[in-house]
């Protein structure tokens, strides 16, 4: 049946079905708002929009995988503050034409995302729009008082990364050309696993500084260095590349991690005494490898990248969908 | 200049110097996530996205107004559940052409409704997209432990309006007819004012249900019915309908008092001994009027409405913006 059949309340009251009943305490789905709870103290709150033709493609994307990744964008940024992810609500717009089965799947790849870190999809709204666009809003629960912010980070400090850089890119590159065999780089680009874990692993070794790897490894660590007064020095050599030995894709797999996107890591820094057994700390409790790529500079210095021993400016750049 | 120029970075640099430094202990655009502060115990949390030629017509709205109602229908929200607005984060989705000032400007207009309510805007998205798209989601405080939901109305209770209704759907048709003699009717519709002082002052006498007037009046009193498992009896002569006269419009306006949707007035409900007294201390606290304008009854009774000494069924219709 389409949605534009279905109505409004008849979409509501599917939604309350399907979201089950809420935790102890809790309202969800059916009222003015949703009623949450929430730690004393400070809670961390973000929202972020996806857009038919801007963020995906519905000949390359189903609607699990983009239910998934509308909630693992937000999981990852409340990972890049060192916090949990709690509670979510949905706003989506949609063609009435949509088949229900089509908007319940979508949901359904929300729920999964969520439910793998604990969280929950408490509430939204939808409305008809002709084109498709997701917006959720987030929020999560801080580390007791320690937040990470993009601004810590001093000179001396280790530059780290986990996981591996380019694989979201590449895995776009192969949807686009059709080639079906390297599932693992396509599922990055439409699954990212958010670093919750990985960030909760972190806690104890109080990085000075942490963002997630959204715009590109380069624009990214641009951003803690802009919010720092800070400049870095990257080795390329210690960089973790994806792999793409093998694959049919004509492209640099450096430029893909410096500057691809989408990889939804973590880049931290951290006193340098501490990255060892930061890495140490977060590859035993989740097995998810973590790099030491580089170290913070004075901001005078700028960015650099060293690649087979010379030493070159790193661009800060990264994917700009504003930009016309 | 155009957004396209100015790139996404640009724009979060010109958000963040309007938006102005944030709360002491709170941290806004410019990280991840933002940070904000939380009571203890439980949030509210809620949703609403606007959609250019479904919610709104730039012909007939600024992005002042734009902005400012973005916000409202979402603070609305907070102030149906008994509670206040505390921080809101806003994602957009705009065509790259449009001008950075008036991107400001619809800013501007969501951060004038919070700050009348001593909330803020503290982050955000913007992604480009073909259609206009303004999605807020806000948070707010409960009052204690008091929350106010739909659920609780029970035969005997008192049903009770603030405000006027019809106001928002007449403000509409005279925009749309170019009619410019009652701007107060044009700026219901345009910049609702959300009922939270009204709430709050109807706090002590505990009412049993709450919704705002979003979808229309009939239509938001069904909400309340079907998730109390009640019926309704109104009588028609006691609605606060918005006086119409001398304005040239073909419309009954008992016909949108009922069906009209978007006043944004809190319709609640209580126990009869507590109407007229719960009526008078909103009415001293905001100057806003209170009509008592019908009962709570059996559920099997279903919805009725009194007219001139007739009694017929009230038809639970609002706009329902997904059927085609």
Chains 1, 2 share one sequence.
């Not at 929950?120 to 990470?148: F, H, K, M, T, Y």
């Amino acid at each position: 049946m389409r949605l534009g059949e279905v109505g409004e309340f008849g979409l509501i009251a599917r939604l309350r079905e399907l979201a089950g009943p809420p935790a102890s305490g809790e309202v969800w789905a059916g009222d003015d708002t949703a009623v949450v709870r929430a730690p004393a103290g400070t809670i961390l709150f973000t929202t972020d929009i996806m857009v038919e033709g801007v963020h995906f493609d519905l000949s390359l994307t189903g609607p699990e995988d983009l239910g998934y990744k509308a909630m693992a964008v937000n999981v990852s940024d409340v990972a890049a503050m060192g916090g949990t992810p709690r509670r979510a609500v949905a706003a989506i717009g949609v063609r009435p034409g949509i088949e229900m089965e089509w908007l319940e799947r979508l949901y359904n790849g929300m729920r999964e995302c969520a439910g793998e870190f604990d969280a929950a999809v408490v509430g939204g709204d939808v409305s008809r729009s002709e084109c498709l666009v997701i917006s959720v809003a987030l929020i999560g629960n801080p580390a007791g008082r320690l937040v990470v912010l993009r601004n810590g980070a001093r000179p001396g400090d280790a530059i780290c990364v986990t996981g591996a850089l380019g694989a979201s890119a590449a895995g776009y590159r192969l949807l686009r050309a059709g080639i079906k065999d390297r599932p693992g780089l396509v599922q990055a680009h439409l699954r990212p696993k958010a670093r919750v874990a990985e960030a909760v692993a972190l806690r104890r070794q109080l990085p000075s500084a942490m963002i997630d790897i959204s715009d590109g490894f380069a624009a990214d660590l641009g951003h803690i260095c802009e919010e720092s007064g800070a400049g870095a020095v990257v080795d390329a050599a210690k960089l973790p590349v994806v792999s793409l030995d093998g694959v049919e894709l004509d492209c640099d797999p450096l430029e893909l991690a410096l500057h691809g996107g989408e990889d939804y890591e973590l880049c931290f820094t951290i006193a340098p005494g501490r990255a060892e057994a930061a890495a140490h700390a977060i590859t035993e409790a989740t097995s998810t490898p973590v790099a030491i790529v580089g170290e913070i500079v004075d901001g005078a210095e700028g960015m650099k990248l060293i690649v087979d021993g010379q030493t070159k400016d790193l661009e800060a750049k990264g994917w700009d969908h504003l930009k016309s």
